[in-house]
């Protein structure tokens, strides 16, 4: 945990703009790591009865959830965590706006 905090830490320090910052599935997973995980396990994620449905659905579950621990996450957080979800459990078809470099990686 201590070195996701540096890690998050780095990132905010190294001047990421918002631009830079939108859809980083890393910066994502760190901040997932890092107020997540502790309650989700990978179950969560693979169970038949998921609530989200698409890559907007996944975003407004993540939107939840930032607001019901805190709701301190911007939007460019919000879209990074579901990125790195999505990525990793999902796969769902990702909005261009949102994953302009991540769709080339759900193709493979």
């Known amino acids: 945990m201590l070195k996701a905090v540096i890690a998050l ?7 990421l703009s ?7 599935a890393e910066r994502g997973k760190i901040l997932y790591e890092t ?5 989700h396990a990978s179950s ?4 038949s009865a998921r609530k989200a449905k698409s890559f907007d659905g996944l975003r407004a579950q993540v939107l939840r959830w930032s607001t019901e621990v805190g709701g301190s996450w911007s939007a460019d957080e919000i879209d990074g ?5 999505n990525r990793r459990y999902y796969r769902f078809p990702c ?3 949102v994953c302009k470099a991540d769709q080339a990686s759900l193709a493979r």
């Open 9 to 15: 830490l780095a990132l905010s320090l190294a001047g």
């Open 18 to 24: 918002g631009a830079q910052a939108a859809a980083d």
């Open 35 to 39: 107020r997540c995980s502790a309650c």
């Open 44 to 47: 969560v994620h693979q169970r």
């Open 81 to 85: 965590v579901a990125l790195y979800l």
């Open 95 to 97: 909005p261009p706006g």
